[in-house]
């Protein structure tokens, strides 16, 4: 190749780069320059991109909600319920009487198998039964399915959140979904593992009916009970219960408290999947027909005689957490070899993170439904709360200082109780609270719709999405609208119960932000000369490159050519 | 007050037994059919008698499955009534559900045995008079994922429903990964190979 060329070619790369530089922003060049020209011309940022339309939300989803109000069924008092989604009041009255003492109309407005609980023989003639028969199945929710990536049986603790997590259940009856159609699990299925109540001195036979594709155990822990083969330890007092086997623990409380009971195989695992539930024993009263299912947790529509002395309502707050690293693995394949090898030895959780935290199985909003502790003042509501999150539980009570009564099951001395607003529940640990709401500046500031959260931020968030978490509210009646949902002052709430929101598709502040001040940016556009310039000296460089390249193409040709005639014979 | 509830018991059990219903500690079995014709049966054709045996044992023979049927596909003529003898070999509930049934015959298109432990029960229902394939399986969580899949074919089916062990595969499948062992690498490098000469060869016998 001629040389002159490719000199030219190099100055000209050279003189088109210095000219883009120039254009783009000349002090990268040179650091002053605008010293000497003067500032600059004044360049709009790009305009904010439209406000998202807000997709229509459903607040408050119940289809029934005259089970809001209070029932006597069976002869059983059931309390009323402010919740959104409350409980079926025919399920409360079958966990109270037992499954076995129902008449079958009742049983029928219920999903429970016929010997979910059998309660029989009053031993100590003090008017209620001492003979109970507790069965337990084992159910996964948000699942593979090897005919569509739809998970089952569906189960949302946020909007359109489905980690994959393993319950205990009380044993049901006929479909796990709700239809053939709606994937979704029925009522019965959900997170938290039921909480289970019994009576002190009562003759419990807790019956593990191992529905799950895994082997489980139950661990008592806590729980007065004797060691061999009721210890739900794999490596000392019994061997798993493998799928499609049952285990029968038999137990005879001395002790009442807040306990609680959860699976023994692989714990870091199988507890971390949601095998975890409260199991309270209730002081032994006369006529004290507890009720021995509290499906969901929340507020206790039939709280226990000794409770109700001291109390006018009663409510199980169980706090978790999932990792999305071990919630997903059931969710990617179906061949429970490979689920098995993923999650026994795969997953190590000493790496692991917590991205969804829950109260009573939901995250905010979803807690607005069901799990608000409605209060009028100068009440006194019993909490009962467990922690089943890795990490200790800060949980503060905005407005309130509450009386801590109970720890693990065991009361505190009366003289010795602290009342404070933030409490400390270390893993597994379980506290009593007495919120009392007399307005005095020191237990209650006034009536109130007062949130009550973990006051770890990262547990206010769905995977890093606020307001999410375990975020819930201590609520005045008066606050209520007729749905059953806190109304106050405060901002809109209806982005937060949308799928978008949490996939970070909506500004956080849209609805409150009229002027668009925190919209989201729109992307730059060729909107002036310079640009223009700018892009046109991009190409004509790209050129000039183009042909260098050429040229060196040329070159080492020519060398390849002249060496072939030397040296190689071709054909 | 008991005497009360009693009547109350046996209108109720008089009122479900017309739904179709039998339930007890022992299970369930819903919208039977022993005597109504399908639309377009003249006469019940035959009568055929099955027995399902459900259990962990039955899933052996499918790798990766937990629960299984002891067979997972039925085949019936149309308009036939078919007896079905359910037995449960486990400890924990299953069921045989039948879904798609004409709904004038069984509410919500279904047809279900339920044992809620060890034990067996019967049960019967009538074919259709449409060719059709239809959906059994036990509906506990997971349990049809990990294997309780089956299908009942009417006068020959309507074709084949995915993931029935043994007979169809999943749609959403799961990955496995290459046996890397010398046997296998050499049979696939032998067939790879046997794929490259043919095409060289080819060429060369075009060029020719």
């Given at each position: 190749?001629?040389?002159?060329?490719?000199?030219?070619?190099?100055?000209?790369?050279?003189?088109?780069?210095?000219?883009?530089?120039?254009?783009?922003?000349?002090?990268?060049?040179?650091?002053?320059?605008?010293?000497?020209?003067?500032?600059?011309?004044?360049?709009?940022?790009?305009?904010?991109?439209?406000?998202?339309?807000?997709?229509?939300?459903?607040?408050?989803?119940?289809?029934?909600?005259?089970?809001?109000?209070?029932?006597?069924?069976?002869?059983?008092?059931?309390?009323?319920?402010?919740?959104?989604?409350?409980?079926?009041?025919?399920?409360?009255?079958?966990?109270?009487?037992?499954?076995?003492?129902?008449?079958?109309?009742?049983?029928?407005?219920?999903?429970?198998?016929?010997?979910?609980?059998?309660?029989?023989?009053?031993?100590?003639g003090d008017g209620d039964p001492d003979d109970i028969i507790i069965r337990i199945e084992v159910v996964e929710l948000n699942g593979r399915s090897p005919d569509s990536s739809e998970l089952v049986p569906g189960f949302e603790i946020a909007p359109g959140i489905k980690p994959g997590a393993w319950v205990f259940a009380p044993k049901s009856r006929?479909?796990?979904?709700?239809?053939?159609?709606?994937?979704?699990?029925?009522?019965?299925?959900?997170?938290?593992?039921?909480?289970?109540?019994?009576?002190?001195?009562?003759?419990?036979?807790?019956?593990?009916?191992?529905?799950?594709?895994?082997?489980?155990?139950?661990?008592?822990?806590?729980?007065?009970?004797?060691?061999?083969?009721?210890?739900?330890?794999?490596?000392?007092?019994?061997?798993?219960?493998?799928?499609?086997?049952?285990?029968?623990?038999?137990?005879?409380?001395?002790?009442?408290?807040?306990?609680?009971?959860?699976?023994?195989?692989?714990?870091?695992?199988?507890?971390?999947?949601?095998?975890?539930?409260?199991?309270?024993?209730?002081?032994?009263?006369?006529?004290?027909?507890?009720?021995?299912?509290?499906?969901?947790?929340?507020?206790?529509?039939?709280?226990?005689?000794?409770?109700?002395?001291?109390?006018?309502?009663?409510?199980?707050?169980?706090?978790?957490?999932?990792?999305?690293?071990?919630?997903?693995?059931?969710?990617?394949?179906?061949?429970?070899?490979?689920?098995?090898?993923?999650?026994?030895?795969?997953?190590?959780?000493?790496?692991?993170?917590?991205?969804?935290?829950?109260?009573?199985?939901?995250?905010?909003?979803?807690?607005?439904?069901?799990?608000?502790?409605?209060?009028?003042?100068?009440?006194?509501?019993?909490?009962?709360?467990?922690?089943?999150?890795?990490?200790?539980?800060?949980?503060h009570t905005h407005g309130h200082k509450a009386t801590i009564t109970a720890y693990d099951g065991v009361d505190v001395n009366p003289l010795a109780q602290i009342t404070r607003d933030v409490y400390s529940v270390t893993a597994a640990q379980r506290i009593d609270l007495d919120l009392y709401t007399k307005d005095d500046g020191l237990h209650s500031?006034?009536?109130?719709?007062?949130?009550?959260?973990?006051?770890?931020?990262?547990?206010?968030?769905?995977?890093?999405?606020?307001?999410?978490?375990?975020?819930?509210?201590?609520?005045?009646?008066?606050?209520?609208?007729?749905?059953?949902?806190?109304?106050?002052?405060?901002?809109?709430?209806?982005?937060?119960?949308?799928?978008?929101?949490?996939?970070?598709?909506?500004?956080?502040?849209?609805?409150?932000?009229?002027?668009?001040?925190?919209?989201?940016?729109?992307?730059?556009?060729?909107?002036?000369?310079?640009?223009?310039?700018?892009?046109?000296?991009?190409?004509?460089?790209?050129?000039?490159?183009?042909?260098?390249?050429?040229?060196?193409?040329?070159?080492?040709?020519?060398?390849?050519?002249?060496?072939?005639?030397?040296?190689?014979?071709?054909? | 007050?008991?005497?009360?509830?009693?009547?109350?018991?046996?209108?109720?059990?008089?009122?479900?037994?017309?739904?179709?219903?039998?339930?007890?500690?022992?299970?369930?079995?819903?919208?039977?059919?022993?005597?109504?014709?399908?639309?377009?049966?003249?006469?019940?054709?035959?009568?055929?008698?099955?027995?399902?045996?459900?259990?962990?044992?039955?899933?052996?023979?499918?790798?990766?499955?937990?629960?299984?049927?002891?067979?997972?596909?039925?085949?019936?003529?149309?308009?036939?009534?078919?007896?079905?003898?359910?037995?449960?070999?486990?400890?924990?509930?299953?069921?045989?559900?039948?879904?798609?049934?004409?709904?004038?015959?069984?509410?919500?298109?279904?047809?279900?045995?339920?044992?809620?432990?060890?034990?067996?029960?019967?049960?019967?229902?009538?074919?259709?008079?449409?060719?059709?394939?239809?959906?059994?399986?036990?509906?506990?969580?997971?349990?049809?994922?990990?294997?309780?899949?089956?299908?009942?074919?009417?006068?020959?089916?309507?074709?084949?429903?995915?993931?029935?062990?043994?007979?169809?595969?999943?749609?959403?499948?799961?990955?496995?990964?290459?046996?890397?062992?010398?046997?296998?690498?050499?049979?696939?490098?032998?067939?790879?190979?046997?794929?490259?000469?043919?095409?060289?060869?080819?060429?060369?016998?075009?060029?020719?």
């Amino acid at each position: 190749m001629k040389k002159i060329p490719v000199i030219g070619l190099v100055i000209s790369a050279m003189v088109l780069s210095t000219v883009a530089l120039f254009l783009y922003d000349p002090s990268l060049v040179y650091a002053r320059f605008f010293e000497y020209t003067g500032m600059p011309a004044y360049q709009a940022a790009p305009n904010s991109k439209p406000k998202p339309e807000i997709p229509p939300a459903i607040i408050c989803d119940e289809d029934y909600p005259e089970w809001r109000k209070a029932y006597t069924i069976g002869g059983v008092n059931i309390q009323a319920s402010d919740a959104c989604n409350p409980d079926n009041p025919y399920e409360v009255a079958a966990f109270v009487r037992g499954t076995n003492n129902v008449i079958m109309p009742v049983l029928m407005r219920t999903q429970l198998s016929d010997d979910a609980v059998i309660k029989t023989n009053d031993r100590d003639g003090d008017g209620d039964p001492d003979d109970i028969i507790i069965r337990i199945e084992v159910v996964e929710l948000n699942g593979r399915s090897p005919d569509s990536s739809e998970l089952v049986p569906g189960f949302e603790i946020a909007p359109g959140i489905k980690p994959g997590a393993w319950v205990f259940a009380p044993k049901s009856r006929g479909m796990s979904t709700v239809n053939r159609d709606d994937l979704n699990a029925n009522h019965l299925l959900r997170l938290p593992s039921a909480p289970i109540r019994v009576e002190a001195g009562d003759n419990v036979t807790l019956i593990l009916e191992n529905t799950h594709y895994f082997p489980h155990t139950i661990h008592l822990h806590g729980v007065d009970h004797s060691f061999e083969n009721n210890d739900g330890v794999p490596q000392t007092s019994e061997e798993m219960t493998m799928p499609g086997e049952q285990h029968i623990y038999k137990i005879k409380p001395r002790h009442a408290g807040t306990m609680l009971y959860h699976c023994h195989v692989q714990v870091q695992v199988h507890m971390m999947m949601g095998l975890q539930g409260f199991f309270i024993v209730e002081e032994n009263k006369p006529n004290n027909w507890v009720q021995t299912f509290n499906v969901g947790a929340g507020k206790v529509r039939k709280p226990s005689v000794a409770v109700l002395e001291d109390y006018a309502q009663e409510y199980d707050l169980h706090y978790q957490a999932i990792d999305t690293d071990l919630s997903d693995m059931i969710q990617e394949s179906n061949d429970v070899r490979q689920l098995a090898k993923s999650m026994n030895r795969l997953y190590d959780i000493t790496d692991g993170t917590d991205d969804y935290f829950m109260l009573n199985g939901r995250s905010f909003p979803y807690t607005l439904r069901e799990s608000l502790i409605t209060v009028e003042p100068n009440q006194h509501t019993k909490l009962r709360i467990l922690n089943g999150m890795p990490d200790t539980l800060s949980l503060h009570t905005h407005g309130h200082k509450a009386t801590i009564t109970a720890y693990d099951g065991v009361d505190v001395n009366p003289l010795a109780q602290i009342t404070r607003d933030v409490y400390s529940v270390t893993a597994a640990q379980r506290i009593d609270l007495d919120l009392y709401t007399k307005d005095d500046g020191l237990h209650s500031y006034g009536a109130g719709m007062w949130l009550m959260h973990d006051h770890a931020e990262r547990a206010i968030t769905t995977d890093g999405m606020a307001p999410g978490g375990n975020v819930s509210q201590i609520v005045y009646r008066k606050y209520l609208n007729k749905d059953a949902m806190p109304s106050g002052q405060g901002v809109n709430l209806t982005p937060y119960f949308t799928p978008e929101y949490y996939n970070r598709e909506i500004p956080s502040w849209t609805l409150s932000d009229a002027f668009g001040f925190f919209d989201d940016v729109g992307d730059r556009r060729i909107d002036n000369y310079k640009d223009v310039l700018l892009v046109i000296v991009l190409g004509a460089l790209a050129a000039v490159l183009f042909l260098l390249l050429v040229a060196f193409y040329g070159f080492f040709r020519g060398i390849a050519i002249k060496l072939n005639s030397a040296g190689v014979n071709d054909e | 007050m008991n005497k009360f509830l009693l009547l109350l018991f046996l209108l109720f059990l008089t009122t479900t037994s017309q739904a179709g219903m039998r339930m007890g500690e022992w299970g369930m079995v819903m919208n039977e059919n022993h005597d109504k014709l399908p639309q377009g049966c003249a006469e019940i054709a035959g009568e055929e008698n099955i027995t399902i045996k459900a259990g962990r044992e039955y899933a052996k023979e499918f790798p990766g499955t937990i629960f299984g049927y002891s067979q997972h596909e039925f085949k019936f003529p149309k308009c036939t009534k078919v007896n079905v003898t359910f037995i449960n070999e486990d400890d924990i509930r299953h069921q045989f559900m039948i879904h798609g049934l004409p709904t004038y015959l069984h509410s919500e298109g279904m047809f279900h045995m339920e044992l809620y432990g060890r034990g067996e029960t019967k049960g019967s229902f009538i074919t259709p008079k449409t060719e059709e394939t239809y959906l059994a399986h036990c509906d506990i969580a997971q349990h049809m994922e990990k294997g309780m899949k089956a299908q009942v074919l009417v006068g020959g089916g309507s074709g084949n429903l995915p993931s029935i062990p043994g007979i169809t595969g999943q749609l959403n499948k799961d990955r496995y990964d290459l046996d890397t062992s010398i046997s296998n690498l050499a049979i696939i490098a032998v067939l790879f190979l046997l794929g490259f000469v043919i095409s060289i060869f080819l060429v060369i016998q075009r060029k020719k």
